[in-house]
């Protein structure tokens, strides 16, 4: 029997079902009814799925026929997205049966080439429940190479990272470097290419859109939508199992906290900064739940905490962190009416720069001054400052004290847009941002 022909018999047992539930003699006999709901329940989902699927394919034919027969260009152009949409949602049908693990893994096998190496790429595999296991089976055969690719680093905090400890490498990725921008791009014009960047984010299909701001705003709200709403949903509901974690039910919350984190990139704050914060809004919530809401931000790759580093007494300071976001564009779209500090715009590009080469970065406190950055790298470190100018004497100086301050041989850096102020300085070398940002 064909697939098919069993998933009609399946809506046909439903139909026998609900009708079966009506009869009086049924609803009185308590166990026949339980049996009869319980049975129900379990095949509902594989019910509403073929009723879709075949409405999904009754659209793909009307929309072929309108195609075919119609002539006015509006309704053209609606049935073209009909189809498209309604095509794309019978693939998902269609391979939805491979949400379950066992499913996956057996097809998975069927698919691997005894004779040469299997290169298996599996995207958001966090939707599959158990897909740990997968890995794991697939990772212990001969001439089999696995990739996950996904978007919430809760992925590798997962019953995986302890499968496969010691047995995997973890890349992190970021979006568009300026340099990977403007080699997108091929402008002459750095200095206006750059100021683009900063204003347009660093999404790599931002980089090849030329429709204006409106339809690159479009864009990221569909990323921003679909990480606050659907990841972080999807992130929470793996860890239901976890007693220890609060799940995440207030979006609006979630955004708020999301949208305050935005306006203040560059300044140190804690928990009950932002709890204090959003309870003088009027809202009521726990110092808790804030730092449950900031970890699925940060989980999410939308938010990077960076702690404070004491230089002189080398030791970590708990007291509040940073944060930098990921994407000036999604920083935008957060605050669209913002007047921006330019200052901590530009920090906020050297901090993914510096994780981008791979560095692990800190804030550098000096005495009661801070170094914007301390970053290290194969036991080299390197100090950096970060001013969108210095051609005031004033912040000159201001910038220059604490890696004056600083008494090791490490490089001393200020990186700056203005083009007056550059060259070496008693070892600290002020350099042009942009420059350094195009550097291999």
Do not use: H
């Amino acid at each position: 029997m064909e697939m098919f022909d069993k998933l009609e018999d399946i809506v046909n047992r439903y139909e026998d079902i609900t009708a079966e539930l009506s009869n009086p003699d049924v609803v009185n006999d308590q166990d026949r009814f339980r049996k009869l709901m319980k049975e129900q329940n379990n095949i509902l989902p594989i019910v509403t799925a073929f009723t879709e699927y075949k409405d999904c394919k009754k659209n793909i034919e009307d929309s072929l026929a309108m195609l075919s027969e119609e002539s006015d260009e509006e309704l053209l152009e609606l049935a073209k997205e009909e189809l498209n949409e309604s095509k794309k949602r019978v693939e998902e049908l269609e391979n939805e049966w491979l949400l379950d693990y066992k499913a996956l893994y057996d097809y998975l096998v069927k698919k691997l080439d005894k004779n040469d190496t299997t290169y298996i790429f599996l995207d958001e595999i966090q939707k599959v429940s158990g897909f740990e296991k997968v890995v794991d089976s697939l990772y212990v055969k001969n001439g089999v190479d696995v990739y996950i690719t996904g978007s919430n680093s809760y992925l590798l905090s997962s019953e995986l990272a302890t499968l496969l400890s010691g047995r995997y490498i973890e890349i992190k990725m970021l979006p568009f470097s300026f340099k990977e921008y403007a080699d997108v791009k091929q402008s002459a014009d750095k200095d206006k290419l750059f100021a683009e960047y900063m204003r347009q984010g660093s999404f790599p299909y931002v980089a090849t859109m030329r429709d204006g701001e409106e339809k690159i705003d479009s864009y990221i709200e569909g990323i921003y939508n679909t990480v606050i709403v659907k990841d972080i949903e999807e992130r929470q509901n793996r860890k239901e199992k976890d007693p220890a974690k609060r799940k995440i039910t207030d979006i609006a919350l979630l955004k708020n906290i999301a949208k305050y984190l935005a306006s203040v990139i560059g300044s140190p704050v804690s928990v009950k900064n932002i709890t204090d914060n959003i309870v003088s809004s009027g809202r009521k919530v726990s110092q808790n739940t804030v730092d449950d809401y900031i970890e699925a931000l940060t989980e999410a790759f939308i938010y990077y905490p960076v702690e404070r580093y004491d230089i002189s007494g080398k030791q970590i300071l708990k007291q509040s962190v940073k944060y930098y976001v990921v994407d000036l564009g999604l920083r935008r779209y957060l605050l669209p009416k913002r007047e921006y500090d330019l200052g901590y715009s530009l920090e906020n590009l050297v901090y993914l720069e510096l994780i981008r080469r791979g560095y692990n970065v800190t804030v550098g406190k000096v005495g009661t001054t801070e170094v914007d950055f301390v970053a290290r790298k194969n036991e080299i470190t390197q100090y950096i400052q970060v001013s969108a100018s210095l051609t005031d004497e004033k912040t000159f100086d201001r910038e220059m004290f604490p890696l004056r301050a600083i008494k090791d041989n490490y490089p001393k850096t200020i990186l700056t847009l203005d083009k007056f102020t550059l060259g070496n300085y008693e070892g600290i070398e002020v350099q042009s941002a942009i420059d350094w940002f195009l550097k291999d």
